[in-house]
């Protein structure tokens, strides 16, 4: 029975990264930057979005993943942001997104003029990071408010990114925590990853996120 399982699921990653590849290729012949954000639920994805809305307009697309409800597209919409909604809840409530939904989310969206597609990832740090959606950066958004351990605890999704985006930066001077500290835990797991401090609220480090968008846009 274990066997069965282990050949069925290793059947669905090589189906799903294949196709994440396809992906990859078809938004980069484009020109189409392809960024997938992952991180544990509150983390401020979608308020990060909502400020890059500010500098890119219209030439942003978002692809929401969650559960349950269509409220971070409202938010994104309002912002200015179009979006292509993915709820798991009525496939059963999966915790991550895979490539082939967002191929066929994808093949519903008018690409036309978009620069930057952003995939906001279903609020969790463990089964996002397992599944390949073809992104061409991988970024998890780590909160100050989530502790110092969080990279150790959860290394895939920091093994498997390129960017790390400590949030919430404002919150500091009221928290016992080092951001050094995590930057240290941060490069244990995964030495090159890129690292950029911002908060979304005060806009302090935003430049430095919106310059590493630009300097990644093709």
Known sequence: MDIKEIKVMKKILNINDRIADELRKYLEEKGILYINLMSSPGSGKTTILEK??????KNIFVIEGDIQTTLDAERVSKAGINSFQINTGPF???CHLESGWIKSAIEEIDLEGIEILFVENIGNLVCP???DVGAHINTVVLSVTEGEDKPLKYPLAFRNSQLCIISKTDLVPYLDISIEKIKENIKQVNPQMEVIELSAKTIEGFEDW???LKKNLK
């Not at 890059?52 to 307009?57: D, K, L, V, Y």
């Open 210 to 212: 919106v310059d590493y």
């Open 129 to 131: 990071a397992e599944f």
């Open 52 to 57: 890059t809305a500010e500098n890119f307009g």
């Open 92 to 94: 059963g409530g999966d």
